[in-house]
């Protein structure tokens, strides 16, 4: 009797020891990092080149331009972002998309929403 229950107490042993595993889950080298994009969005090298290549552009928002107000300098931008008419326009298409030319790329309107979010800072 002694010897069948040390024999089951092996056996039971050594089938625990041998079932139990370490779950360390998945490397997390091979985890695909996500990117925020928003992370990386500044006025001064993502918001104001995209401003200068469509809206401040020669007749329009620049100085003396027909369009209404002055898109070279971030104190002019930062009215028209406060009183809505820049999300308006450039995000909206209230009540027509700017630039005229047509809506901006969807990577650009990815961009701008995300420093709209962020309170439009002048950084």
Known sequence: MKTRLLSALALGSLFMAGSCT?????????????????DSVKFSTTIKPIIDGNCATSGCHDPGGSGPGDFTSFPDIALKVQNGSFKARVIDGVPSFMPA?????QAD?????CWLNAGAPNN
């Open 109 to 113: 309107i990815d961009k701008i929403t």
């Open 101 to 105: 030319t047509g809506r901006l790329p």
């Open 22 to 38: 370490k779950d360390v889950g998945p490397d997390p080298a091979l985890i695909p990092k996500t990117v925020n994009i928003c």
